[in-house]
């Protein structure tokens, strides 16, 4: 058994004090992640078993600037790439699931805001609060509907002087209890399509929520998709410029993708990470002889770079591209997004069940210091929250017009 | 019962050996030195004496076993395992 760190680190880097299996890049993010990452892993469990939201390590990512950090530098903030967004989340999923699902969903809407938002009033002020460390939250699929985010019935109805309303029935609306505001999409207007949606800040003074249904589920406990329904009575500048589909192809999907997949390889690079504390007792026990599980720890962590590779493309692909809406509205990249969401919800359960096998009993045991039962239950969350199928259902109209990016 | 007059020699509860005796114990057995790893002096560089990332490897998991302690991420690297004094720091910060 060669420990790849100390092979890799021969000919570069004699003094570099990256840890084998931490992202590599980041760097200004890196020590802030890994602080907030540490009061995540302390209340993992307990925000596992109890199914209530992260609050210690949602706490810390504001006071470390990590919601945050992609506030463009022309507003006042770190202009924060996908890449290390990305990084970010693979460091928060290793430690606590849910935490990193959060960070993930609310840059997944926080990131309209500056890129479709417009100059508004509204608008604004939630970029300043986003900001100051303002955690923002999502309704997008609705009942009656069947978990597709690109429909709405709810819609926008305009009263007097600018004045707003809107009523949505939603089956989930994750850590809405904890968001200082919470992006809802709905039709433009009660005579709209379904499909010609805004996309409306609601925050917490002008909204109404009442609980319809409670989020017990096998994993991803943490992040409280309770139902509610959402009344809310607002201000028509709170409306981001653009359409949703726009929005939508353009950031919330292709950023939301990328960050989810980058939260599962945490998952499984905490799993990794146990499956190797394993088979280091087992070497340490007989010392010269490679244990047969350090085999399978190989196999892992082929399929675990595989998957950290593809997203870190990904990221990269989209910081790349990230001002060129000819690319983001392009088939081909819709495609790729979606089979980044796909490969990487696939390979997690995978990933996570090697480390179990190599693990043995106490990896299947429901608690202690090498149990992967939180993982590999909190990584059967990444094929279910929107559906793959859903996702292949529209790739197949999609594949009859465009191939992979080679 | 029989003494065994090596017991003395192997770790024990009662005897937890220093680090730098782990250590060069460790390079003994694993270490596959070109030399006599008692003999190193403790800032010889370690690569010009035969020693590996292969067998450093077992180097290390053979010191974690004598010492009761796991060498942080932190630590893994080349140049840690580069001398007997800086595997000896690494392996007493360790515990």
Known sequence: ?406 | MHQDPTAAAAPSALAVPTAEEAVRRALAAHGRLTVDASAVASIADLYALGLTSHATVNVMLAIENDLDVEFPDAVLHRSTFATIESITAAAEAAE
């Not at chain 1, 409670?214 to 653009?242: F, I, Y």
């Open chain 1, 1 to 406: 058994m060669t420990a790849p760190v100390l092979a890799g680190s021969t000919e570069t880097h004699p003094t570099d004090t990256t840890a084998a299996g931490t992202t590599a890049s980041a760097d200004r993010f890196a020590a802030r992640a890994a602080l907030v990452a540490e009061v995540a892993a302390q209340h993992a469990d307990e925000v596992d078993r109890d199914a209530r939201p992260p609050r210690e390590a949602i706490g810390a990512m504001r006071e470390h600037g990590l919601l945050a950090a992609a506030v463009p530098v022309a507003l006042g903030g770190e202009g924060a790439t996908l890449t290390e967004l990305a990084a970010i989340a693979t460091t928060l999923g290793r430690a606590c699931a849910a935490t990193a699902m959060v960070f993930a969903m609310h840059h997944g809407q926080a990131m309209a805001l500056w890129r479709h938002g417009g100059v508004g009033l509204g608008v604004t002020a939630m970029t300043e609060a986003v900001l100051a460390g303002a955690l923002v939250a999502s309704s997008t699929t609705e009942k009656g509907i069947g978990g597709d985010a690109r429909r709405s019935t709810c819609a926008i109805e305009v009263s007097s002087s600018g004045r707003i309303h809107l009523r949505k029935d939603a089956p989930v609306i994750s850590y809405a209890t904890e968001a200082d505001a919470v992006f809802v999409t709905a039709r433009r207007s009660p005579d709209a399509a379904p499909s010609d949606q805004r996309l409306v800040i609601c925050l917490p003074e002008d909204t109404t929520l009442t609980q319809t249904s409670t989020w017990d589920t096998l994993g991803l406990r943490g992040t409280c998709s309770n139902g509610w329904v959402l009344e809310a009575v607002t201000h028509e500048d709170r409306v981001l410029r653009d359409d949703y589909a726009t929005i939508s192809a353009r950031t919330v999907l292709p950023v939301s993708h990328v960050l989810w997949a980058s939260v599962w390889t945490g998952i499984a690079a905490g799993a990794a990470e146990r499956a190797r504390q394993a088979v280091r007792k087992q070497a340490r026990a007989a010392v010269g002889t490679t244990p047969p599980g350090a085999l399978r720890l190989a196999e892992l962590l082929v399929d675990l770079q595989s998957l950290a590779d593809a997203v870190r493309h990904a990221a990269e692909r989209f910081d790349a591209a990230a001002e060129d809406p000819s690319v983001l509205e392009s088939t081909a990249y819709a495609l790729a997004a979606n089979a980044l969401k796909i490969n990487a919800s696939e390979r997690v359960v995978d990933i996570v069940t090697k480390a179990m096998r190599i693990v043995g009993i106490a990896g299947f045991a429901a608690s202690g210091p090498t149990s992967v039962a939180r993982h590999l239950r909190d990584a059967h969350g990444a094929a279910v929250m929107v559906s793959n199928d859903r996702l292949l259902q529209n790739d197949a109209a999609l594949a009859l017009m465009s191939g992979a990016i080679l």
